[in-house]
């Protein structure tokens, strides 16, 4: 296995953000002392690298043939007993329930332990009121933000909001409490949805925000390379039956990312 630099971001965001870049897989490829230890020059690369990393530059400038493997580290040891053979499955970014508790855990025990020291400090009373809404959000956010349609983040601070302040009145809470739980509510919505979007590529990277295209396909250049539909995280791709050429048959799905006009070596897309 060799390692490229991200300057410590995820995939999807290195290779969006310029931190994971051809020259860099060069550089770890040739810097490595890797071609000593193998008889091949063949390289796997995660496909969410695609956005910026251009397989065939690699081959060009340093003749190592690169391939984009599964999105899923998970899935690689199937992908090479398949004799590197990606499933549809293994095409998709994914974010299930497992990955979506686990990433609500990592923020509810943090930002609870910030908030139940601040508690016990200034109000003891208000530390299990301020748990449950920082469990509580955590959870909504990772499990529901992306099937929200609208303004996501209001929508989501204005419930908390909606839920908190009765429950400090009914409890009995004067203006200070009030003034706490707006303010957590405010706090811990605007830090949890930010931290969905980096957390998951089924999102869209917030590098793609100025992004102001849409994909269109150029019919006459295409020549059915399939690129497009190897890298394409959203499955937007389909093959066409009748000829060997591709169909944008999904655009709806499409978050942006660029990996198929980056890859397609025709310039169809
Ligand atoms: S659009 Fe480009 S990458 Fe996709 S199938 Fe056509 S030629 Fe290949
Ligand atoms: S169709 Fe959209 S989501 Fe799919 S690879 Fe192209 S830019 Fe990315």
Redesign the pocket.
């Known amino acids: 296995m060799v390692v490229a630099p991200t300057s410590g971001n995820n995939v999807w965001c290195a290779a969006a953000g310029g931190h994971l870049t051809t020259h860099q897989v060069i550089t770890a490829l040739k810097t490595s002392g890797v071609a000593e230890r193998v008889r091949h020059r063949r390289a796997i690369l995660p496909q969410l690298a695609a956005t910026d990393v251009v397989g065939r530059d690699v081959m060009r400038r340093c003749r190592w043939r690169v391939r984009f493997g599964p999105v899923h580290a998970e899935d690689l040891p199937q992908y090479l007993a398949d004799d590197r053979r990606k499933t549809d499955r293994m095409r998709r970014a994914r974010f299930g329930v497992r990955e979506r508790l686990e990433m609500a855990a990592s923020w509810a025990v943090p930002s609870g332990l910030v908030l139940g020291v601040l508690a016990l400090a200034l109000k003891p009373s208000w530390m299990l009121p301020l748990l449950g809404l920082c469990a509580s959000l955590a959870v909504s956010v990772f499990l529901f933000y992306d099937r929200i349609p609208g303004p996501r983040r209001l929508l989501f601070g204005g419930s908390a909001l909606a839920v908190a302040l009765p429950v400090v009145l009914i409890a009995g809470g004067g203006g200070g409490a009030l003034l706490a739980a707006a303010g957590a509510c405010v706090l811990l919505t605007g830090v949890l949805t930010f931290d969905y979007t980096g957390s998951t590529p089924i999102e869209g990277s917030s590098h793609f925000e100025e992004r102001r295209w849409r994909?269109t396909l150029d019919l006459d250049r295409c020549r059915g390379v399939y690129s497009?539909w190897e890298?394409?995280?959203?499955a937007?791709?389909e093959k066409r039956e009748d000829v060997r050429k591709i169909d944008?048959a999904h655009?709806d799905?499409?978050?942006?990312?660029?990996?198929?006009?980056v890859q397609c070596p025709k310039d169809a897309?």
Not at 253 to 261: K, Q, Y
């Open positions: 994909i497009c890298v394409c995280p959203e937007c791709f944008l655009d799905r499409c978050v942006l990312c660029g990996a198929c006009i897309l």
